[in-house]
T-cell receptor, first 112, second 111 residues
Framework: GENVEQHPSTLSVQEGDSAVIKCTYS??????FPWYKQELGKGPQLIID?????GEKKDQRIAVTLNKTAKHFSLHITETQPEDSAVYFC???????????FGSGTRLQVQP | DTAVSQTPKYLVTQMGNDKSIKCEQN?????MYWYKQDSKKFLKIMFS???????INETVPNRFSPKSPDKAHLNLHINSLELGDSAVYFC??????????FGPGTRLLVL
C-alpha cells in the first residue's frame, strides 16, 4: 500500500519567516495530494491541494509544489504569522482509491 | 452551520463497555469515512461508506462496527472497549473521490 513520509516532525520559525514542509510518497499512481492544518482540539482542515497534472499551486501565502518524478511534494508558507502555528499533515491518494494516506504530521510553531 | 458534525465530543468510559459515536454531514456527499488519530497524531483510515455501502474496511478489530443508516449518517459502534481504543476518532465526508472534509473529532478515553 501507499506510504507517505513527512519531514520535519517539528519546525520553529520566527514570525515573518518562511516555512517548508516536505513529503515523499511511494505509489507512483497517486494523483491527489492535499495538505491539512489541525489546530489544537479541532479536526484537520484542508488548506490547499494539488493534482498530479499540476506542478505548483498557490493560494495567497501558501503554495504547494509537486515533483512526480521524485515522488515528493512540499508545502511552503511565506510571511508566517502566529496563527499559522498548528500541526500540518500531508496526504496522498492512489488512483482508484478513496481513502487518504497521511504523513506523520509537522508541528509548526511561529514565534512572535 | 456545521458541515460534518460528531457526537459526543468527549467520551470517557470503562474497559469492557460498549459505546457508539455518531456522525452527520449536511454537504450532500456520497462518501463518508472514519479515521483514528492516536496519541502520536497518526491519522489512519478505518472504514469508508459510499451511498450506504461499505467500500473500505481496513485492518480493524471486529469489535468496531460501522453502520450507515442513510447517505448523510455514519455511526461507529465499539464493543468491549479496551485501553488501546483510547484515541480521537474523526468522521469525514467527500463527494466521490474529491476533497475530504473532517468533523471536529470524538475524544475517547477508556479507563
Amino acid at each position: 500500500g501507499e506510504n507517505v513520509e513527512q519531514h520535519p516532525s517539528t519546525l520553529s520559525v520566527q514570525e515573518g519567516d518562511s516555512a517548508v514542509i516536505k513529503c515523499t510518497y511511494s505509489d507512483s499512481a497517486s494523483n491527489y495530494f492535499p495538505w491539512y492544518k489541525q489546530e489544537l482540539g479541532k479536526g484537520p482542515q484542508l488548506i490547499i491541494d494539488i493534482r498530479s497534472n499540476v506542478g505548483e499551486k498557490k493560494d495567497q501565502r501558501i503554495a504547494v509544489t509537486l515533483n512526480k518524478t521524485a515522488k515528493h511534494f512540499s508545502l511552503h508558507i511565506t510571511e508566517t504569522q502566529p496563527e499559522d502555528s498548528a500541526v500540518y499533515f500531508c496526504a496522498s491518494r492512489g488512483a482508484g482509491r478513496r481513502a487518504l494516506t497521511f504523513g506523520s504530521g509537522t508541528r509548526l510553531q511561529v514565534q512572535p | 452551520d456545521t458541515a460534518v458534525s460528531q457526537t459526543p465530543k468527549y467520551l470517557v468510559t470503562q474497559m469492557g463497555n460498549d459505546k457508539s459515536i455518531k456522525c452527520e454531514q449536511n454537504l450532500g456527499h456520497d462518501t463518508m469515512y472514519w479515521y483514528k488519530q492516536d496519541s502520536k497524531k497518526f491519522l489512519k483510515i478505518m472504514f469508508s461508506y459510499n451511498n450506504k455501502e461499505l467500500i473500505i474496511n481496513e485492518t480493524v478489530p471486529n469489535r468496531f462496527s460501522p453502520k450507515s443508516p442513510d447517505k448523510a449518517h455514519l455511526n461507529l459502534h465499539i464493543n468491549s472497549l479496551e485501553l488501546g481504543d483510547s484515541a480521537v476518532y474523526f468522521c469525514a465526508s467527500s463527494p466521490a473521490q474529491e476533497t475530504q472534509y473532517f468533523g471536529p473529532g470524538t475524544r475517547l478515553l477508556v479507563l
